[in-house]
């Protein structure tokens, strides 16, 4: 499985490293420790946070563009999520972010695989890292993240006797987001699916059109954040980056964005200096495009009984969405929640919204939440698809709600 590097700073609130997950395959992990003036970090719960993508790198844009200690200037976040929690960000799937492989074959290309190899980094973390062992954990995600955290938290609950924790260890628990869009697919192409011979280009165009059609009638819309304009893709990037038109459009949308030059300059320049430990040929982001290409096969197809699984366990599973988002929107998340086998769906679907407030003084709406037993839905109003980025208070009163601080 290979060895954690750790390389802590002057301060020792924060150390990073490599795991091997498997020959040829290795992932970048960075954890950043609890920072509360009146609580130790061991009286906090541990939080994971996945990036979507896939290929997008949650230590860059998870950490410095939403919930990390420094924003992409550098400068001292006010939202932190450190406040309630130890934060633990993970380059997943291997050749996201710093993460990166050695040989072509060694890319995942199923949840399976994506799943696995989080196995593999969370028993040598916590092998490591023994402190961590006695606190609630949850996995926190965005956009295609959800899809990955619903894999990873159920291996994670089968397996835990694999994992070696030792003392009162409380996990795992996990928040699910930014699942709408993949999970909820038209009927009548559902009822094509089986005819398809699990080639999904079809579904691809079906998406490209879709986006194609929504762009060019709205002036250029982002999809992350319906009041904003996208940034134009130039044409030769598209040309020298990408083989396969079908997949353009698709990891434009959902990879490109996370890369933004600016990030990217932070990522290789300052950062690899600081890190110490990144490979001369590694560079941050540089494998993305063929991640997402690796996990082809694998975008399309619905996990929803994955989360009912979940859901079975008696495990809480929380769903969080950005009013403003257009590529994983409201109203496809509550659609594929209402598919949900779960026995108590009914009584939560019955339930009103409850309005939420992230500043106590005023009387503006910041959130909506449902709640019934082990499932909860956050509709965060003035977000789009990157919440905290977006909402940063409102990010963080839910996260210290759904890790019942609040």
């Known amino acids: 499985s290979g060895a954690v590097i750790d390389w802590p700073t002057d301060e020792g609130k924060e150390v990073w490293g490599y795991v091997t997950v498997r020959e040829d395959a290795h992932m970048f992990w960075w954890l950043y420790y609890a920072t509360n003036p009146c609580k130790n970090f061991s009286e906090l719960p541990l939080v994971m946070w996945l990036q979507g993508g896939p290929g ?42 710093f993460s990166y492989v050695n040989k072509s074959d060694a890319y995942a290309k199923d949840l399976a695989t994506v799943a696995s190899d989080m196995m593999v980094l969370l028993k040598t973390f916590f092998d490591c890292h023994k402190e961590f062992q006695t606190v609630p954990f949850y996995i926190f995600s965005e ?81 992350y954040n319906i009041l904003t304009k996208s940034a134009p893709v130039s044409a030769m990037k598209s040309s020298l980056e990408f083989t396969q038109s079908h997949l353009v459009p698709l990891c434009q949308r959902h990879v490109r964005h996370l890369q933004s030059d600016a990030l990217s300059e932070l990522m290789n320049g300052p950062i ?18 063929n991640v997402f290409m690796n996990m ?73 939440v449902k709640s019934y037993k ?9 977000a789009g698809h990157m919440v905290p980025s977006d909402q940063g208070d409102m990010a963080l009163k839910m996260m210290r709600m759904v890790t019942q601080q609040e």
């Open 56 to 97: 997008g790198s949650s230590t860059g844009f998870g950490n410095f563009e939403e919930i990390g200690p420094l924003d992409r200037d550098l400068k001292p976040r006010r939202t932190t999520w450190l406040q309630a929690a130890s934060l633990l960000f993970v380059d997943n799937p291997v050749g996201s972010g």
């Open 143 to 223: 956009s295609y993240g959800g899809k990955m955290a619903a894999g990873i938290a159920l291996e994670l609950y089968k397996g835990p006797a694999c994992l070696a924790f030792s003392g009162g260890y409380k996990g795992p628990w996990w928040v699910l987001s930014g699942l709408g869009s993949i999970l909820s697919l038209p009927t009548k192409l559902e009822m094509t699916l089986s005819g398809l011979s699990n080639d999904v280009a079809v579904l691809y165009r079906v998406r490209k059109a879709t986006y194609t059609f929504l762009f060019q009638n709205t002036d250029g819309v982002n999809f």
């Open 272 to 289: 690899r200096k600081k890190l110490k430990i990144i490979p001369e040929d590694c560079s941050w982001g540089g494998q993305a495009t």
């Open 296 to 368: 082809e096969r694998d975008f399309m197809k619905p996990v929803i009984s994955i989360v009912d699984a979940l859901l079975e366990t008696g495990l809480n599973v929380t769903v969080y969405n950005g009013q403003l988002d257009l590529i994983v929107d409201t109203m496809g998340q509550e659609a594929w929640v209402r598919k949900l086998k779960w026995p108590e769906l009914p009584k939560f679907n019955q339930l009103k919204w409850k309005a939420l407030y992230s500043d106590p003084k005023s009387s503006e709406t910041s959130a909506f």
């Open 374 to 382: 082990n499932l909860a839905f956050y509709w965060i109003l003035r």
